[in-house]
């Protein structure tokens, strides 16, 4: 060990020190990162929440005009057997007009089912409109009685603090008159 | 001041080993000199404690008898409530318990305001009190969710969504909050691992704020700094028996409430069970949130409305920044006085507009609250820093008492205020 203290190489040793130093602790935070990921990522969702994802609906009972709830992922979903003169209503928007600019048809894949998740996006309430009688909004569509979101006949935000419209599930039909959501 | 002494040869042996008995006594005993005219509004600190004491115990207790599940949870808060022994007592303390102690530490908080007790030498120790405010109401927001009742629910799904207003992360970020893609079993499970930790948390950072306290000693309502010896009393006797009948006042509130209205600051919506097809009508937070609430809805855009949310908070952080007054006491600033009152009407008007549905004229009346809550701390307390006019301060704690017959024994002692004993 005595080489080590020679002057002659205590300058390039103070380097050699430093860069060893800061090798270790640069290897422990590296290492600290790849066992934290890990114990953070529990903490998303799990398979069995995931294995959820699919809901399968029979829409041949729902007449023209009725709108009922099924359940995805724990949320509800708004489905919507829209009359004529609310499509006709969501397509006659000025697109530019909106908050979350989005056609009607771009919202839809048959323009007489409306399937969106009923969940208010500004913080997560169910708004109202699925049952008769409860206020749809000054738009005709659902209203958030939390912070007043207004949504129109496509689903989309009209007034109020929301930011979006409500979002249209990934779904697809399996028959004339079924549905797969997920 | 005496050092601790004692004439106990077993309580000499361990405090040759150990000093713990001088520590305690050096802490809050009689080597612990204090102001000695503080007033019953400096009761709150240790009222505090003994809150945050009595919740874990009561919070212990009722572990015990709960179960943290969707399906099992509301059933076994009904539990305790119906079969197991006293169960209603430990429940409605500890309900009611999470309200006393948003009351004392509120009262605490604004104390604090007035005599300018986060002023130097005491930032840190007012900065880790907001952090404590601030795990105060996180624990009190997940322990809420814990019976499993509509409120519980919504509240839960409404304050978890705030942070899906982070740009970009916000989406992963709440279902990464809620362990799934709602509020749900996984949520449940880990609100309540949490609601179990920070209390133990809170007790550690209490201990950095009376680290940070017993620096400099508490301050006090003239707040100036004691001049020496004549100008302060050890702590106990004299103030372990103020706050031990202040902690008897407090006790007689307390068991009114549990006993005869145990319900008052609740809401009967959290007495059905959660059903996350349907929101209630009217959701509205515990009373202590309220005030925030509204902060939060007064502003139209989602993500502004979270940011001045946590900034009414943030703004205490930077407090003693902001007001760069010398005088700490409010007794001796005119102006500053009337603008505390302000503020303290302020908090109570946005408290009762967040009760309310945001409509009509309670939302302009919550805005203009907002608003003067934000140009207090930002606006108001700076420019009163330059332009007020104090009125002269005694020149000493006993002077105001004993018409200058109060002045230091010892020359010596005059120029500098006296180090701890």
């Not at chain 1, 738009?139 to 009209?158: A, V």
Request: hydrophobic share 50%; with cysteine.
């Amino acid at each position: 060990m005595a080489d080590t203290a020679t002057p002659a190489q205590a300058g390039s040793g103070e380097t050699r020190r430093d860069f060893l130093y800061l090798a270790a602790v640069g290897m422990g935070a590296v290492g600290t990162a790849c066992v934290a990921w890990p114990l953070i990522n529990t903490m998303n969702p799990s398979a069995e929440v995931l294995a959820l994802a699919s809901t399968e609906v029979d829409l041949s009972p729902i007449e023209v005009g009725q709108r009922v709830t099924v359940t995805w992922r724990g949320n509800p979903v708004f489905i919507d057997h829209r009359t004529s003169d609310q499509i006709q209503q969501a397509e006659a928007v000025d697109v530019a007009e909106l908050r979350d600019p989005q056609a009607d048809d771009a919202r839809v894949v048959n323009p007489e089912w409306l399937v969106v998740i009923g969940v208010c996006t500004h913080l997560g309430c169910v708004p109202l409109g699925q049952k008769a009688g409860q206020d749809r909004g000054e738009f005709g569509g659902w209203f958030c009685p939390c912070h007043g979101s207004h949504y129109d006949t496509s689903g989309r935000i009209r007034k109020g603090p929301a930011p979006l419209n409500l979002p249209v599930p990934p779904y697809e039909f399996t028959g004339d008159t079924s549905i797969v959501i997920g | 001041m005496s050092g601790f002494q004692t004439n106990s040869r077993v309580i000499k042996w361990i405090e040759h080993r150990m000093p713990v008995f001088s520590f305690v006594d050096h802490s809050l005993g009689s080597s612990y000199p204090a102001p000695k005219n503080l007033s019953y509004m400096w009761n709150f600190g240790s009222l505090a404690g003994i809150t945050l004491v009595i919740m874990i115990v009561t919070g212990i207790l009722l572990a015990m008898q709960y179960t943290a599940h969707v399906d099992l949870a509301f059933d076994s808060v009904e539990r305790i409530m119906r079969d197991v022994n006293s169960g209603w007592l430990l429940r409605y303390i500890h309900m009611n318990g999470a309200s006393f102690f948003f009351i004392v530490v509120y009262i605490h908080i604004f104390r604090g305001l007035y005599y300018g007790s986060y002023k130097a030498p005491r930032e840190l120790l007012w900065m880790i009190g907001v952090v404590i405010l601030l795990l105060m109401m996180a624990t009190a927001f997940m322990g809420y969710v814990l019976p499993w009742g509509q409120m519980s629910f919504w509240g839960a799904k409404v304050i978890t969504n705030l942070f899906s207003a982070v740009p970009i992360f916000g989406e992963s970020i709440v279902t990464w909050l809620w362990g799934g893609f709602t509020v749900d079993n996984p949520t449940l499970n880990r609100f309540f691992a949490l609601h179990y930790l920070l209390p133990f948390i809170i007790v550690a950072v209490v201990v950095l704020h009376i680290w940070a306290l017993h620096q400099f000693g508490s301050n006090n309502p003239l707040g100036i700094d004691p001049k020496g010896p004549q100008d302060k009393i050890p702590f106990h006797p004299y103030y372990t028996v103020k706050d031990a009948f202040g902690l008897g006042v407090f006790l007689i509130a307390f068991a009114a409430v549990i006993f005869y209205i145990p319900n008052y600051m609740g809401h009967p919506d959290n007495y059905i069970p959660a059903d996350p097809l349907s929101t209630p009508a009217h959701i509205v937070p515990e009373w202590y949130f309220l005030p925030f609430y509204a902060i939060l809805r007064s502003i139209p855009d989602k993500l502004l409305g979270v940011v001045a949310m946590f900034g009414s908070i943030a703004v205490l952080f930077i407090l003693p920044w902001l007001d760069r007054s010398p005088v700490k006491s409010g007794k001796f600033r005119p102006l500053f006085r009337i603008f505390f009152v302000l503020l303290m009407v302020d908090a109570v008007v946005l408290g009762i507009v967040g009760a309310k549905p945001p409509e009509g004229l309670w939302l302009v009346v919550g805005r203009i609250a907002t608003a003067w809550y934000f140009l207090h701390f930002l606006i108001i307390l700076p420019l009163l820093g330059v332009f007020e006019r104090p009125k002269p301060l005694p020149a000493s704690i006993s002077e105001p008492v004993l018409k200058g017959g109060g002045s230091p024994m010892g020359a010596g002692a005059t120029a500098k205020p006296m180090e701890k004993a």
